[in-house]
């Protein structure tokens, strides 16, 4: 059961830590059975997608974020053409923007055309938005955590990833529209922390998506690191004075 992972741009898109994304999400597999290998593609790189079962990228500086989409818009075909034969996709931070149709900027007015994968857009705005973030999902049974750093507003999101944003902002705004990004396999959220490390339910969630598109049989139970549930937990409680155990409750209808 071999899997292959490909780190987008790590040297310049991991400005919160997010390559322990990597290392979370490679322990878990790993301890459910697959031999994973990781590769990373640099900006000098052309990215091999062909055998990629998991892209990802995480977040940069408003400059490092234009530096990647520059060296990704090249191979933006073969990336569509991975993800339609069902590759999973991951892109957190600001690297969710260039999934959309573009980027715009506060002063000038400056459009970056992105990758065009989702029809939403993104516009720069002159303050930045530093929050702790609590969410739910209809797609795994937990409330989701993390850390938003931004300084832009996406509108046009036809599936938020999490549909109800409990504490903080979401793609606009109060949270009112959700947050984040699905289609599919492709997953994508403004939310930092790293977010795998902090919510082990989504990384259990990835496994059970990696390992149905692979034909693999699930282990009888997935891997449990008490720590990562413990850490969990204490952040949960601290953010929104929710127990881990509480249900989400339904998410509203679209």
């Not at 396999?185 to 930092?192: E, G, R």
């Given at each position: 059961?071999?899997?292959?992972?490909?780190?987008?741009?790590?040297?310049?898109?991991?400005?919160?830590?997010?390559?322990?994304?990597?290392?979370?999400?490679?322990?878990?597999?790993?301890?459910?059975?697959a031999?994973?290998?990781?590769?990373?593609?640099?900006?000098?790189?052309?990215?091999?997608?062909?055998?990629?079962?998991?892209?990802?990228m995480?977040?940069?500086?408003?400059?490092?974020?234009?530096?990647?989409?520059?060296?990704?818009?090249?191979?933006?075909?073969?990336l569509?053409?991975?993800?339609?034969?069902?590759?999973?996709?991951?892109?957190?931070?600001?690297?969710?923007?260039?999934?959309?149709?573009?980027?715009t900027?506060?002063?000038?007015?400056?459009?970056?055309?992105?990758?065009?994968?989702?029809?939403?857009?993104?516009?720069?705005?002159?303050?930045?938005?530093?929050?702790?973030?609590?969410?739910?999902?209809s797609?795994?049974?937990?409330?989701?955590?993390?850390?938003?750093?931004?300084?832009?507003?996406?509108?046009?999101?036809?599936?938020?990833?999490?549909?109800?944003?409990?504490?903080?902002?979401?793609?606009?705004?109060?949270?009112?529209?959700?947050?984040?990004?699905?289609?599919?396999?492709?997953?994508?959220?403004?939310?930092?922390?790293?977010?795998?490390?902090?919510?082990?339910?989504?990384?259990?969630?990835?496994?059970?998506r990696?390992?149905?598109?692979k034909?693999?049989?699930?282990?009888?139970?997935?891997?449990?690191?008490?720590?990562?549930?413990?850490?969990?937990?204490?952040?949960?409680?601290?953010?929104?004075?929710?127990?881990?155990?509480?249900?989400?409750?339904?998410?509203?209808?679209?």
């Open positions: 059961m071999e899997l292959t992972i490909l780190h987008l741009f790590p040297d310049c898109m991991s400005l919160y830590g997010e390559y322990a994304n990597i290392a979370v999400l490679r322990r878990h597999l790993e301890a459910a059975g031999a994973v290998t990781v590769e990373s593609a640099l900006f000098e790189d052309a990215p091999d997608f062909a055998r990629a079962d998991f892209i990802y995480g977040a940069g500086t408003e400059r490092t974020q234009k530096a990647a989409l520059s060296a990704l818009l090249p191979h933006k075909e073969a569509k053409a991975a993800i339609d034969r069902g590759a999973v996709l991951l892109f957190t931070g600001n690297a969710m923007e260039l999934l959309g149709a573009s980027i900027a506060e002063e000038g007015g400056k459009v970056w055309p992105c990758l065009g994968l989702a029809e939403f857009t993104t516009v720069e705005t002159g303050y930045r938005v530093p929050e702790d973030v609590v969410a739910r999902t797609l795994w049974g937990s409330f989701v955590v993390g850390f938003m750093n931004k300084c832009s507003e996406t509108c046009g999101v036809a599936a938020p990833l999490f549909e109800q944003v409990e504490r903080g902002p979401g793609n606009a705004g109060d949270g009112a529209l959700g947050e984040g990004y699905v289609d599919g396999n492709v997953f994508a959220t403004h939310l930092t922390g790293p977010i795998l490390v902090k919510n082990p339910d989504f990384t259990d969630f990835l496994i059970r990696l390992f149905s598109l034909g693999w049989a699930l282990p009888e139970a997935l891997p449990v690191l008490p720590y990562e549930r413990e850490a969990y937990a204490v952040t949960l409680k601290e953010l929104a004075g929710l127990d881990a155990g509480d249900p989400p409750g339904p998410c509203p209808a679209s």
